[in-house]
């Protein structure tokens, strides 16, 4: 049969579907088409990489100095420049390429990684040394982040998202899983002693995994090759401005608007302390050490792992709407976190990791396509930019307040706080905000004409 009598295939079906064969499942699809497989590729190895340093770097500070004030600047190193330039680098990303700019925060990363495997390796790391270079990766990611979650729509047909986001997100919390116990085995395998005593190889080699991840996936990325963006009708308006405009859009949508204030309280009550409890939680118990951290945050992927699979085997389970069901979610979270600090025994901190992970994760895939659905494209990268403020710019800033608090608490008191705050949170969302009524599917605001 020619070309010209076949018959049309819609977009986002299988590229092989013929008139009168059954449709291919959405799997099938997103597998058979080479620009997504380089993505995911990309996007999977350096995610695994990532968890190398999310263990290597709390837990050098932690072995040089001991000190949680310490431990707590090198996160608002990291947060900081996320937290002031994210907004900016989602309005970079709106005028020019995703791809190009995720390409050179790649090489950035991948140059600040491998000096900290050198200096690690050669024992010349420093506390001080430590936080330039988190500044650098700071600065790194936050053009990274809102790139990285704009390539989607750059490359699949809108009717593919929520399933390539089920699928993206999964393979991430399976190296939530499998990477954080690799590197807390590995970090206490080689050795994680301190700088100013000699090498610390297991560090070193740590950072230098994270640094080749990123150096390979910036080879899969120059593999892509993105759809058309839309031509623009108007020229664009200064960076700022589009920042500007982006924040009034989002503020003007009801429901977007309550969900991303809510989650700011979360971030900053909830999520921060827990990150710089964790590894001060492990370093206080005898005999656990970089391994049981890793175990620790290995169970939490483990179990995010297990929630979007339940989310993607019963994609419309709920209690009521989205938004109660978030709220409800939380309520049990809250609950769950309360003890954390308080068990002795690594299987019970692991428990309750996994069972947090699991309802967390559950979540997950239906919030984040909800966003990508109800935004605009013209937006996307500054609507990314501002979730992702939210938990990778907020968090850190939080973690850094909680550290130099945890000079006068334990991580006993932080989790026990931290738990309650949720509990109080997520009801006090319920009966004063209309966020229990938020629902899916819910039409998108129109997006302004300047974009």
Request: aromatic share 8%; glycine share 10%; net charge positive.
């Given at each position: 049969?020619?070309?010209?009598?076949?018959?049309?295939?819609?977009?986002?079906?299988?590229?092989?579907?013929?008139?009168?064969?059954?449709?291919?499942?959405?799997?099938?699809?997103?597998?058979?088409?080479?620009?997504?497989?380089?993505?995911?590729?990309?996007?999977?190895?350096?995610?695994?990489?990532?968890?190398?340093?999310?263990?290597?770097?709390?837990?050098?500070?932690?072995?040089?100095?001991?000190?949680?004030?310490?431990?707590?600047?090198?996160?608002?190193?990291?947060?900081?420049?996320?937290?002031?330039?994210?907004?900016?680098?989602?309005?970079?990303?709106?005028?020019?390429?995703?791809?190009?700019?995720?390409?050179?925060?790649?090489?950035?990363?991948?140059?600040?990684?491998?000096?900290?495997?050198?200096?690690?390796?050669?024992?010349?790391?420093?506390?001080?040394?430590?936080?330039?270079?988190?500044?650098?990766?700071?600065?790194?990611?936050?053009?990274?982040?809102?790139?990285?979650?704009?390539?989607?729509?750059?490359?699949?047909?809108?009717?593919?998202?929520?399933?390539?986001?089920?699928?993206?997100?999964?393979?991430?919390?399976?190296?939530?899983?499998?990477?954080?116990?690799?590197?807390?085995?590995?970090?206490?395998?080689?050795?994680?002693t301190p700088a100013h005593t000699g090498p610390a190889?297991?560090?070193?080699?740590?950072?230098?995994?994270?640094?080749?991840?990123?150096?390979?996936?910036?080879?899969?990325?120059?593999?892509?090759?993105?759809?058309?963006?839309?031509?623009?009708?108007?020229?664009?308006?200064?960076?700022?401005?589009?920042?500007?405009?982006?924040?009034?859009?989002?503020?003007?949508?009801?429901?977007?608007?309550?969900?991303?204030?809510?989650?700011?309280?979360?971030?900053?009550?909830?999520?921060?302390?827990?990150?710089?409890?964790?590894?001060?939680?492990?370093?206080?118990?005898?005999?656990?050490?970089?391994?049981?951290?890793?175990?620790?945050?290995?169970?939490?992927?483990?179990?995010?792992?297990?929630?979007?699979?339940?989310?993607?085997?019963?994609?419309?389970?709920?209690?009521?709407?989205?938004?109660?069901?978030?709220?409800?979610?939380?309520?049990?979270?809250?609950?769950?976190?309360?003890?954390?600090?308080?068990?002795?025994?690594?299987?019970?901190?692991?428990?309750?990791?996994?069972?947090?992970?699991?309802?967390?994760?559950?979540?997950?895939?239906?919030?984040?396509?909800?966003?990508?659905?109800?935004?605009?494209?013209?937006?996307?990268?500054?609507?990314?930019?501002?979730?992702?403020?939210?938990?990778?710019?907020?968090?850190?800033?939080?973690?850094a307040v909680t550290g130099a608090l945890m000079r006068?608490?334990?991580?006993?008191?932080?989790?026990?706080?931290?738990?309650?705050?949720?509990?109080?949170?997520?009801?006090?969302?319920?009966?004063?905000?209309?966020?229990?009524?938020?629902?899916?599917?819910?039409?998108?605001?129109a997006a302004p004409a300047a974009s």
């Amino acid at each position: 049969m020619s070309t010209t009598s076949s018959p049309a295939v819609p977009e986002g079906a299988a590229p092989s579907a013929k008139l009168g064969s059954p449709p291919a499942s959405p799997g099938r699809v997103l597998l058979a088409d080479p620009n997504f497989r380089w993505l995911m590729a990309g996007s999977w190895i350096t995610l695994l990489g990532d968890q190398f340093t999310l263990v290597a770097l709390p837990w050098a500070v932690m072995r040089l100095t001991g000190d949680t004030a310490v431990l707590g600047a090198v996160m608002a190193a990291i947060g900081l420049p996320r937290a002031l330039l994210i907004l900016l680098g989602g309005a970079v990303v709106d005028r020019h390429s995703p791809q190009r700019v995720l390409m050179w925060s790649k090489h950035a990363s991948t140059v600040l990684l491998a000096a900290l495997a050198v200096l690690a390796w050669q024992g010349a790391l420093t506390a001080p040394l430590i936080g330039v270079l988190a500044l650098g990766i700071g600065v790194a990611t936050a053009f990274g982040i809102p790139s990285a979650t704009a390539m989607l729509p750059q490359v699949l047909a809108p009717a593919l998202l929520q399933p390539a986001n089920g699928l993206m997100m999964a393979l991430r919390q399976l190296s939530f899983f499998v990477g954080p116990l690799l590197a807390g085995g590995l970090i206490a395998w080689l050795g994680d002693t301190p700088a100013h005593t000699g090498p610390a190889p297991g560090l070193a080699l740590a950072f230098a995994l994270d640094a080749a991840s990123f150096a390979l996936s910036a080879f899969t990325l120059s593999r892509v090759v993105c759809r058309p963006r839309p031509a623009a009708v108007l020229p664009h308006p200064p960076v700022w401005a589009a920042v500007g405009e982006g924040l009034r859009a989002f503020w003007a949508d009801a429901a977007l608007r309550c969900c991303l204030l809510y989650w700011a309280a979360v971030a900053v009550l909830i999520m921060g302390p827990a990150h710089v409890a964790m590894p001060v939680l492990a370093a206080s118990r005898p005999h656990w050490g970089a391994a049981a951290f890793g175990a620790l945050l290995g169970a939490h992927g483990l179990g995010a792992l297990l929630g979007m699979l339940l989310s993607g085997a019963r994609p419309r389970l709920r209690w009521g709407t989205l938004g109660r069901t978030i709220l409800l979610i939380d309520l049990v979270v809250g609950a769950l976190f309360m003890p954390l600090g308080h068990v002795a025994a690594l299987w019970q901190a692991q428990a309750l990791m996994l069972a947090i992970g699991v309802l967390g994760g559950y979540m997950q895939v239906a919030v984040f396509s909800w966003i990508q659905q109800r935004v605009p494209r013209a937006l996307l990268g500054r609507a990314m930019s501002v979730f992702m403020f939210i938990f990778m710019g907020l968090v850190p800033l939080a973690g850094a307040v909680t550290g130099a608090l945890m000079r006068l608490a334990t991580p006993a008191q932080v989790f026990t706080v931290g738990g309650g705050a949720l509990v109080v949170l997520a009801l006090g969302a319920w009966v004063a905000t209309p966020m229990r009524e938020v629902r899916d599917g819910a039409p998108p605001p129109a997006a302004p004409a300047a974009s």
